[in-house]
C-alpha cells in the first residue's frame, strides 16, 4: 500500500485589517464573545473581516495586565459589564463617572501591547 501524499493547500491571500483604536478591539472581542455563547464557533473562515489577532489573544492580554497587577477587578468588572452592553460609561450619568475613569484606564494600559504587535493602529501626531 502506497504512503498517502500530503501538498500544502493554497490558502487566499487576505490582508488583515488593524483596529482603530483599543475601544474597537475591545468590542469586537465582545461579540465575538457573545456569538460563541450562542453556539456559533468562532474560526478565521467565518469572520468577515481579517483582523491581526484572535478574539482570545485579547483576553489572555487583559488577563495578563490582571495577573501583572497593572489593573484590578474593578477594572475587568467594567470592561465586562459595558463590553457586553456594546458601549461605553457616559461620563455625563452620574453612576457611570467611576466606571468611565476605570474603562479609560483599562483601555489606556491595554493600549500598549495591542500597539506594539500591531493590532491596533498607531496614530500619527
Known sequence: MTKPRYAPRCLPVVSEVPFTSVEEAWFWY????????EGARM????????????????NRWVMALYRAGTIGP????????????????????RGEVRAHALWDEALDRLATPLKSRGIVEVSQP
Request: proline share 9%; hydrophobic share 25%; charged share 40%.
Open 43 to 58: 474560526t478565521r473562515d467565518n469572520i468577515r473581516q481579517h483582523r491581526p489577532c484572535e478574539p482570545d489573544d485579547l
Open 30 to 37: 465582545m461579540r465575538c464573545e457573545r456569538v460563541r455563547r
Open 74 to 93: 474593578q477594572h475587568l468588572k467594567v470592561l465586562a459589564h459595558f463590553g457586553w452592553q456594546d458601549r461605553a460609561p457616559d461620563p455625563r450619568v
